[in-house]
T-cell receptor, first 115, second 114 residues
Framework: DAGVIQSPRHEVTEMGQEVTLRCKPISGHNSLFWYRQTMMRGLELLIY????????DSGMPEDRFSAKMPNASFSTLKIQPSEPRDSAVYFCASTLGPKRGNEQFFGPGTRLTVL | AQTVTQSQPEMSVQEAETVTLSCTYD???????LFWYKQPPSRQMILVIR??????QNATENRFSVNFQKAAKSFSLKISDSQLGDAAMYFCAYQNSGTYKYIFGTGTRLKVLA
């Protein structure tokens, strides 16, 4: 299996621009998570989906952030408009649910830099 | 709300020696899972070991073992025979009974000295 795939690996953009991060979960996994990692705040859960349905988006920082999962094999995290404080590494993870205790498999992350 | 605390921002260990990384958590739940994840310089998060709160026996995975003290809400990771490849950030994570959400600690950077 190829594991969780994220694209792009690196993104540099200017303040005010729209940014779209992409994730392909492991085939057969039905739970998907978006995390943000910064030095100041560590790893934060932004949103998670179960069977393509958003279950908890309480971690989404503000309305500039939105996430979709149109099908079981694809999810996007969009930031519009982007701001310098959005600079971080964004991870996508998937797991075979619903079963607690299952390992979450992480993608390699997207490093976002907003100038 | 549950919290996870890793009080050691950085640790060092000599190659082949043993090191213990600390993690404490706060919860009112009795049924939960605890995890240790490793993040090497490549950024990829990798599961090291997991523990179910209802299991009294400490989990082990080869050179990695945990000391789970439920009453004390402590979940430390012991790495035996440390290797250069063990150098990474280590994150402790908590998963409660109601959701699949992880709550991560702030991480401990482990350096392995040759």
């Amino acid at each position: 299996d190829a594991g969780v795939i994220q694209s792009p690996r690196h993104e540099v953009t200017e303040m005010g621009q729209e940014v779209t991060l992409r994730c392909k979960p492991i085939s057969g996994h039905n739970s998907l998570f978006w995390y943000r990692q910064t030095m100041m705040r560590g790893l934060e859960l932004l949103i998670y989906f179960n069977n393509n349905v958003p279950i908890d988006d309480s971690g989404m920082p503000e309305d500039r952030f939105s996430a979709k999962m149109p099908n079981a094999s694809f999810s996007t995290l969009k930031i519009q408009p982007s701001e310098p404080r959005d600079s971080a590494v964004y991870f996508c993870a998937s797991t075979l649910g619903p079963k607690r205790g299952n390992e979450q498999f992480f993608g390699p992350g997207t490093r976002l830099t907003v100038l | 709300a549950q919290t996870v605390t890793q009080s050691q921002p950085e640790m060092s260990v000599q190659e082949a020696e043993t090191v213990t990384l600390s993690c404490t958590y706060d919860t009112s739940e009795s049924d939960y899972y605890l995890f240790w994840y490793k993040q090497p310089p490549s950024r990829q998060m990798i599961l090291v070991i997991r523990q179910e709160a209802y299991k009294q026996q400490n989990a082990t995975e080869n050179r990695f073992s945990v000391n789970f003290q439920k009453a004390a809400k402590s979940f430390s990771l012991k790495i035996s025979d440390s290797q250069l490849g063990d150098a990474a950030m280590y994150f402790c994570a908590y998963q409660n009974s109601g959701t699949y959400k992880y709550i991560f600690g702030t991480g401990t950077r482990l350096k392995v000295l040759a």
